[in-house]
């Protein structure tokens, strides 16, 4: 079955600091990546996706994302980040083995403290 | 476009108790999913459904069950329910296909004391 892995639990920066947050999935074949946030009671929206072309994503508020497929990695960066990025980060892939129901990471936590 | 609607918000049971969730969707999707959020577990699917009339289970399917009579609605029910419940549920629907990103709802708050 595929799985994601998120490496970062909990993540605590000061504003301007860069982001990286790792993805990994276990998936072999084609794939497609996601990565979703949930501002503080709210629900999960899409922040950018990868399925084809060029590997290095561009999503909304400054964040990228870049596909290594050798690597299996899906990385979720920023760099600088701000105090409104405080959320809880998910990756989520979809696979055809899955019948492409999205799959999700365990969640990273960031606190951006001002 | 309300996009993905789900109530109630917030709800206690008693131990023993049965509820449903209700779903609703207005972006003619497919797919639908519920799905439950733990802390520090991420989301792990509860049911899913390609289309009305089909349900399939998830990782996480046992003390619930869901119904898909039209495109629109995917309630999830629990019956007895237990403190293992407890937990924030998440209705979501996408188009078919990989590529397609999921709509989430605002989720279901629910308690079981």
């Known amino acids: 079955a595929q799985s994601v892995s998120q490496h970062n639990h909990h993540v605590i920066l000061s504003e301007a600091a860069s982001l990286e947050l790792g993805c990994n999935y276990s998936?072999?074949?084609?794939?497609?990546l996601f990565w979703y946030v949930q501002y503080p009671g709210q629900h999960l929206q899409l922040l950018l996706k990868?399925?084809?072309?060029?590997?290095l994503v561009k999503g909304i508020k400054g964040f990228e994302a870049e596909f290594i497929k050798s690597k299996f990695s899906f990385n979720l960066r920023k760099p600088s980040v701000q105090w409104s990025d405080t959320a809880e980060y998910f990756c989520?892939?979809?696979?055809?083995?899955?019948?492409?129901?999205?799959?999700f990471g365990r969640g990273t936590s960031l606190i951006v403290h001002p | 476009n309300a996009g993905v609607t789900q109530t109630p918000k917030f709800r206690i049971l008693k131990i023993g108790q049965s509820m449903t969730l209700q779903c609703t969707q207005d972006m003619n999707h497919n797919y639908m999913y519920w799905y439950r959020q733990d802390p520090g577990m991420g989301l792990k699917l509860i049911y899913y459904s390609v289309g009305a009339g089909i349900t399939d289970k998830g990782e996480v399917p046992n003390g619930y069950n869901v119904s898909r009579s039209t495109t629109e609605d995917f309630p999830l029910r629990l019956e007895l329910a237990a403190p293992s419940q407890t937990s924030v549920y998440f209705c979501?629907?996408?188009?078919?296909?990989?590529?397609?990103?999921?709509?989430f709802g605002q989720g279901t708050r629910l308690t079981v004391v």
């Open positions: 989520a892939v979809n696979a055809p083995g899955g019948s492409y129901i999205p799959t």
């Open positions: 990868y399925f084809s072309g060029d590997p």
């Open positions: 998936y072999g074949g084609t794939v497609n």
């Open positions: 979501a629907s996408s188009y078919p296909g990989g590529d397609t990103e999921a709509f």
